[in-house]
């Protein structure tokens, strides 16, 4: 039997420690490895595969679009991409949408719309404020804008214009606020470092600040948007609007793709401004149409609200019977939990050998990105793993 965790070190770049399994194969919230064995996956492809794995309407998606026309272009009108940037529009309170192909392009596009409108409404002004601990992606713009000292060190010197400041504190929005400053870029809640909630108020603080400025609010719903956090749109949760959002994550339901979407004011690319020539493809839009029609039909963010916040309670009693649980935290289906040193890695190796896979977002804390149609049992028998897993630390 090839042994695929040698030919991956001997050929692929080391950048990441992988979790020393093998998948071969998926079916809802469940995955097999090469030796047959399976596991309870509450990664889902990092929070992408949100109707869990293969479900029957996105690969029949897949199969059918591939089948009839793959890649043309943006040089071309096809069906499915307008088709979804219709279900987008009309389904959230953004105006327009450009659709490309991850999270990172996604963001890229709003900074650029939002240079645009610094250049075109604010005298030039190109400044973003983000946040400290906030993660963007990985181009080189959006390691400047991701509030990372650890990120930034390799890749000096980074582009300009990004000035993070610390989260969940108006005050310090406020005070980098200069007549240089076009947006404010925020995720709403900071996913990929650990599950950082905002206080209730802070983003309509943020907002009520843009408008005062006449600034953009740009919000990067890359892992929020798409019903995890129990509404359509994450902004829904924290009753705000944006002027320009970033989707990508579960918009696919498992197929690499991205969006960004803005109000009309911000809508400001004219020809020859963007282009993706993968954009907008016929599979990837096809496959991301019939999720997000999936999504909407069948209440899928309130089942993540509802189910997540089972999951919540489950992981509150674990927390009452295991002191070295110090935080339990989360909205809907983006879920984490903290302890009181960093045993992460330690327990994440434990589930694994009993049959359940979960992330590691910190070094003392593990993240639960479960697919958003899972039920009730299937919480249970996750909670069930990790009170053993729990029990032998
Ligand atoms: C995953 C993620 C990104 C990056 O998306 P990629 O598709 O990996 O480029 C950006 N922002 C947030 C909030 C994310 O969770």
Redo the contacts with the bound molecule.
Sequence with gaps: MTDWQELDSKYYMQTIVRVPVTLVRGEGVRVWDDKGREYLDFVCG??VNCLGHCHPIVADAVAEQARTLMQTSLWYYTIPMLQLAELLIQNSCLDKVFICN??????EGAIKLARRYGALNLNGAYEIITTNN?????SLA?TAASGQVKMHTPYKPLPVGFINVENNDIEAIKSATTEKTCAVML?LIQ??TGVNLPDDDYPKKVREWCDQKGILLIL?????GIGRLGTLFGYQTYGIEPDIM?L??GLGGGM?I?AFLAKEKASVFTVGDHNSTFGGNPVTSATAYATLKYVIENDIPGNAKQVGQYLIDGLKQLQRKYQFITEVRGRGLLVAVEFDNEIGQSILMACLKEGLLVNQVKPNALRFIPPLNIGKSEVDEALGILDKTLSTV
């Excluded at 991850?102 to 963001?107: D, I, P, Q, R």
């Excluded at 906030?134 to 990985?138: A, D, I, K, L, P």
């Excluded at 990067?220 to 929020?224: A, L, R």
């Design positions: 990092l929070a991850s999270g990172l392009e996604a963001n906030s993660f963007h992606g990985r959006l995720e996913a990929e990067d719903e890359v892992q929020t970033a990508a994550k690499p991205g």
